[in-house]
């Protein structure tokens, strides 16, 4: 068999993304018919061709289960476990420093974020069981500005020399984003950046707080650490209604900065007094107390006031939060 020359390859790609965006009606029709082919087709064709394509096509639609046990009082027992960011660059430009963590269980996107002056590179990853990353295949098949990172085909958007979004699927479950913004070549660093991702040393999120036992109804659904520094680091975590599971619900955040009491009623919180504030308008209703450490410690959310003390109540605190990654490259 002959050997397939670079640009033969690449041509035979785009071909049969082309094909596959022009006739396929959804994913699951893509998945099925991919599978009646190879089941009727079995002579040989070329290896990069084959892993290229089907890593481009293949949408996972299973979704994840969530065990909830059931606590006295109608309350269920939080996911509370220590999210985990899978993938890293290799290659950053110099003098960026990461300053944001974010992710959570389930399909809660994890993000991470460099800072350098003006600049900012945020490397995201969302999973296809996701309802709106599970097309992304046949999105980057629909469109012309087409790139390869690591055999696998992208896409670039919103490329103004300055700023740039790459996007790709790391692997059959994940879709991966670089986003660079207010960077000279922006495209050519999103470029090398992608280029440069492994999974080969997943961090862990390790915050000041975490969740303890939730009201009925609420799971967790993301915890973030960010800061300039290990002197400044906050976390914050939210919670998500089973109704709405990938919007969050309650908000909870644990730092140094004081959240602000004008308008609040002194509250019982955490065997001390804290303070509440009434939702008024946008505003939503609030109970903050602060924390032996002289940190804040503030929970939000549309909930009634004794639920929000109930969470606040509930948060276990952490004496050795793992802040030391921040402002570091």
């Given at each position: 068999?002959?050997?397939?020359?670079?640009?033969?390859?690449?041509?035979?790609?785009?071909?049969?993304?082309?094909?596959?965006?022009?006739?396929?009606?959804?994913?699951?029709?893509?998945?099925?018919?991919?599978a009646r082919e190879r089941q009727s087709r079995r002579r040989s064709r070329p290896r990069l061709v084959l892993a290229a394509v089907a890593a481009a096509v293949i949408v996972v639609t299973a979704g994840v289960p969530i065990v909830l046990n059931a606590l006295p009082g109608d309350q269920v027992t939080a996911a509370a476990g220590r999210p985990v960011v899978s993938f890293a660059?290799?290659?950053?430009?110099?003098?960026?420093?990461e300053q944001y963590r974010s992710s959570g269980p389930g399909t809660t996107p994890q993000v991470r974020r460099w800072v350098e002056g003006p600049g900012r590179i945020t490397l995201s990853a969302y999973s296809t069981a996701d309802p709106d990353w599970s097309q992304t295949?046949?999105?980057?098949?629909?469109?012309?500005?087409?790139?390869?990172?690591?055999?696998?085909?992208?896409?670039?958007?919103?490329?103004?020399g300055t700023a740039a979004l790459l996007t790709w699927m790391a692997d059959d479950q994940h879709v991966?984003?670089?986003?660079?913004?207010?960077?000279?070549?922006?495209?050519?660093?999103?470029?090398?950046?992608?280029?440069?991702?492994?999974?080969?040393?997943?961090?862990r999120i390790r915050g000041e707080a975490r969740f303890g036992p939730l009201p009925g109804g609420l799971r967790e659904f993301s915890t973030t650490v960010q800061g300039a520094s290990p002197g400044d680091g906050s976390t914050a975590f939210d919670a998500s209604a089973d109704t709405a599971p990938r919007v969050a619900a309650l908000h909870v955040t644990a730092g140094a900065g004081s959240p602000g009491l004008s308008g609040t009623t002194p509250v019982?919180?955490?065997?001390?007094?804290?303070?509440?504030?009434?939702p008024a308008g946008p505003l939503e209703g609030m109970v903050a107390v602060?924390?032996?450490?002289?940190?804040?410690?503030t929970v939000s959310g549309r909930q009634p006031r004794d639920e929000l003390v109930a969470v606040a109540n509930a948060v276990v605190l952490d004496p050795a939060p793992d802040?030391?990654?921040?402002?570091t490259d």
């Open positions: 068999m002959n050997q397939l020359s670079e640009h033969e390859t690449e041509a035979l790609l785009r071909e049969g993304l082309d094909r596959l965006a022009e006739r396929a009606p959804d994913g699951h029709d893509v998945r099925n018919a991919l660059p290799g290659w950053l430009p110099d003098g960026f420093t295949a046949l999105r980057i098949a629909a469109l012309r500005d087409q790139v390869v990172v690591g055999g696998r085909v992208g896409m670039v958007t919103g490329d103004t991966l984003t670089v986003a660079v913004e207010a960077v000279p070549d922006a495209r050519a660093v999103a470029q090398e950046i992608a280029e440069s991702v492994t999974a080969d040393a997943p961090a019982p919180v955490r065997g001390g007094t804290g303070a509440y504030r009434a602060q924390l032996p450490s002289g940190h804040w410690l802040y030391g990654w921040l402002g």
